[in-house]
């Protein structure tokens, strides 16, 4: 019997924690200010990821994706992360 | 005693730390390349500065998974000396052999420089022939050096004596001032609590050749030199 799999699209958002200086983004954010936006407040750039996973239904797919973050994408030290999972549109990772 | 240097894709002080350990100290030392299983020859590992897979994702993410950084790892677990760095301090936090994590720099500026580092601790074999309390002149050359810890995990630190180097002014003072990068605590290097894996973002395989006109860090490689031949003389 033939073992039907579904493909899935992970988006996943890598941020540093809070507590972690983002240098980066106040650099960024000045530079806003000296475009003349005064309005910008505290400024943090991540990682954004995309990748599509095959599985059977999608709380083995968001399983393995939870684990992938925690192994590869994300250093849980500095980072956290979060995904959306959505059936890919047929013929999408092929 | 036998050498072992990692070599990543995008390694580039692995031949500097050859120089010192084959041609400075004559001791054997061999490169290993990333795809190696299998270290149990060497006594001690060395993890080069450089930019291992181009420093993908995060600096050391990559180069985590090698079969050469697992066959580390269980090097490691044995109780041999590990040494990571710049880059190779980098790898052993991603690996989790130490403790906390390197990120951007503060102002963020890749620096190269000549800064002072204070030796916090001289009883491990990595720092035994140096003074305590010593101020000794490093290189550094890094665009992520800046170290951070937790606050639980800095007390644990602490509370083991793991912070063997840390930034200072010329005349030893820790401060604000002397601080490179932004570092927790001004720290430039550590260990982990059985003292065998150490990382540090300074470069001392860059000050150990007369030539170069400094040698401030041939104590380091000297020092584990005389710790294995004394057990050697045990054994």
């Known amino acids: 019997m033939e073992i039907v799999t579904q493909t899935y699209q992970a988006k996943i ?17 000045t ?9 910008v407040g505290p400024t943090r750039i991540g990682n ?6 095959s599985a059977a239904d999608e709380a083995a797919a968001s399983q393995q994706v939870d684990r992938m973050c925690d192994q590869l994408l994300a250093n849980p030290v500095i980072e956290n992360y979060r995904f959306d999972l959505q059936l890919a549109p047929a013929g999408a990772a092929k | 005693m036998k050498f072992g240097v990692l070599v990543f894709p995008g390694s580039n002080c692995d031949r500097d730390v050859v120089l010192v350990t084959r041609d400075l100290l004559k001791q054997p030392t061999r490169m290993v390349w990333h795809q190696e299983t299998d270290i149990s020859d060497l006594d001690v590992v060395v993890i080069p500065g450089g930019f291992s897979y181009g420093d993908y994702l995060r600096c050391g993410a990559i180069s985590r998974f090698s079969p050469a950084m ?3 790892i269980a090097h ?26 390197l990120v951007r720099n503060r102002d963020l500026h890749f620096i190269c420089d000549r800064v002072s580092i ?21 290189p550094i050359a890094h665009g992520e050096g800046c170290y951070y810890a937790d606050p639980d995990t800095l007390r644990e630190l602490q509370a083991h004596q793991q912070i063997l180097f ?29 003292g065998n894996v150490v990382g540090m973002m300074p470069h001392p395989e860059r000050a150990s050749d007369p030539t170069l006109g400094n040698t401030d860090g041939l104590s380091l490689f000297q020092g584990v030199l005389e710790s294995l031949s004394v057990q050697g003389a045990m054994a």
Do not use: H
């Not at chain 1, 954004?48 to 996973?53: A, D, I, R, S």
């Not at chain 2, 490691?76 to 403790?99: D, H, R, Y």
């Not at chain 2, 840390?166 to 609590?193: D, H, K, M």
């Open chain 2, 118 to 138: 204070r030796v916090e601790r001289t009883d491990l074999s990595w720092t035994q022939t140096y003074q305590p309390k010593q101020v000794v002149t490093l």
């Open chain 2, 76 to 101: 490691a677990e044995q109780g041999k000396l590990v040494l990571g760095i710049c880059n190779g301090f980098q790898v052993l936090t991603e690996s989790g052999l130490l403790p906390g994590a």
């Open chain 1, 48 to 53: 954004y990821v995309e990748l599509t996973v």
């Open chain 2, 166 to 194: 840390r930034y200072c002014t010329p005349s030893g003072e820790v401060n604000a001032e002397a601080n490179p990068n932004g570092s927790v605590e001004n720290i430039a290097g550590i260990c982990n609590r059985q």
């Open chain 1, 13 to 29: 958002y890598v941020t540093l924690r809070p507590s972690v200086l983002d240098p980066a983004g106040t650099a960024v954010q």
């Open chain 1, 31 to 39: 530079g806003f200010k000296q475009l003349g936006y005064d309005n």
């Open chain 2, 70 to 72: 697992q066959a580390t």
